[in-house]
């Protein structure tokens, strides 16, 4: 691990969000506001299950669509202790459960959930890339996988600063210097948008769909994510230029169990119409 990446453990992410919890609300949770309202939009238009990681004091929850099921994670009990509070306190029927669990083990079946975001979540995470093959995991076949974080800039002020706060992770709790290739490790998460957020683009949404064999590796995704595009036409020429992505796409498409998987989803969406 480089020097621009320092460790920071399990008992060191609790240690620090032990200390944030009493004032998370009023401080950060401000300033994470905006792009946490832009990703709750996106996932309202959708259907099913969601899967909330790393829910904190619940903020979000209460801006959630009825005719979703909600289930949220952290490692803090401290933050959700404040959590569990708002779900009793606005009667939020559609909260299923809130679990003191370990975004990197999730205790989930796989393809459970039709939407699983995490926002805020992966430069506080020891091993984000352990973390998003979980995310990838329990999101169902054609369903999406949303990030809203802050990514860090080699250039400028801001890079210049990132640089300098990145030795205090283990103190502030996150990772000052974080790239986005650091996110982009599964096969089967195809990058479909990238948007940057309020306040200044200091926080970016990545969102993705569950789709065989078509993720993309850091070098084609360091091209779509400059671009500044939002179509996903470059993405998945980089994922098709790539012979073991193209063997991941044909052992994908043969194997029994992830039609089965499309054809349940597919029947619980007809469903719910």
Not at 225 to 236: D, N, Q, T, V, Y
Request: net charge positive.
């Amino acid at each position: 691990m480089s020097s621009n990446h320092p460790t920071m453990d399990t008992e060191s992410v609790r240690h620090a969000y032990r200390r944030w919890a009493p004032i998370y609300d009023y401080t950060f949770g401000q300033i994470a506001d905006a792009g946490r309202k832009h990703a709750v939009r996106i996932i309202n238009k959708r259907k099913g299950r969601v899967l909330e990681v790393g829910v904190g004091t619940g903020l979000s929850l209460p801006a959630y669509g009825k005719h979703l099921a909600v289930t949220g994670i952290d490692l803090s009990p401290e933050m959700l202790e404040k959590a569990m509070q708002k779900v009793s306190k606005k009667k939020l029927d559609n909260v299923d459960g809130l679990h003191e669990m370990d975004a990197s083990a999730l205790g989930f079946a796989d393809e459970s959930f039709d939407t699983v975001v995490a926002m805020y979540v992966m430069t506080v995470v020891p091993d984000p890339a352990k973390v998003m093959r979980e995310l990838e995991r329990v999101c169902a076949p054609g369903g999406e996988v949303i990030l809203v974080n802050h990514f860090s800039q080699e250039h400028g002020f801001r890079g210049f600063m990132e640089r300098k706060l990145a030795r205090f992770a283990d103190l502030i709790g996150w990772h000052a210097v974080f790239e986005p290739e650091r996110v982009l490790v599964c096969e089967d998460l195809r990058l479909v948008e990238r948007r940057a957020l309020w306040p200044v683009g200091l926080f970016t949404m990545l969102r993705f769909v569950k789709e065989p064999g078509l993720g993309i590796g850091p070098q084609a995704a360091r091209t779509f994510l400059a671009s500044g595009a939002r179509s996903s036409s470059k993405a998945e020429a980089g994922a098709q230029a790539d012979p073991q992505q193209k063997t991941a796409f044909a052992r994908r498409m043969l194997d029994l169990n992830y039609w089965r998987s499309l054809y349940r989803r597919l029947q619980s969406q007809l469903a719910e119409r």
